[in-house]
């Protein structure tokens, strides 16, 4: 129904940048909402930074002033400039989108595959 293809992670030294980008193919009707999770290892997923249609952010209280989540609605892309990066910061980070489809008129939630952000001391 939609297909998430995540690109940007890589390894990068502690107060440097790195720049996700998510982008949402398929039967795609409407996309509501467009977020950010990740999981480190031996942790719980937990939110990032969320982003709505019209352009509402939620972003963690840990990358509040160093992420930023962005959207392109006419790609159906959606970003994440993370900056001053920490160490505390590795982990697989995931794209979520809500979306409605031409098969599917309710929305659900669709995950990418996770790229992997490592962050050097």
């Known amino acids: 129904q939609v297909q998430l293809v995540e690109l940007g992670g890589g390894l990068v030294q502690a107060g440097g940048s790195l720049r996700l980008s998510c982008a949402a193919s398929?039967?795609?009707?409407?996309?509501?909402?467009m977020g950010w999770y990740r999981q480190a290892p031996g942790k719980q997923r937990e939110l990032v930074a969320t982003i709505t249609s019209g352009g509402t952010t939620n972003d963690a209280d840990s990358v509040k002033g160093r992420f930023t989540i962005s959207r392109d609605n006419a790609r159906n892309t959606v970003y994440l400039q993370m900056n001053s990066l920490k160490p505390e910061d590795t982990a697989v980070y995931y794209c979520?989108?809500?979306?409605?489809?031409?098969?599917?008129?309710?929305?659900?939630?669709?995950w990418g595959k996770g790229t992997l952000v490592t962050v050097s001391s």
């Open positions: 979520n989108v809500v979306a409605t489809t031409t098969l599917i008129l309710s929305p659900m939630d669709y």
């Open positions: 398929g039967s795609i009707r409407r996309i509501s909402a």
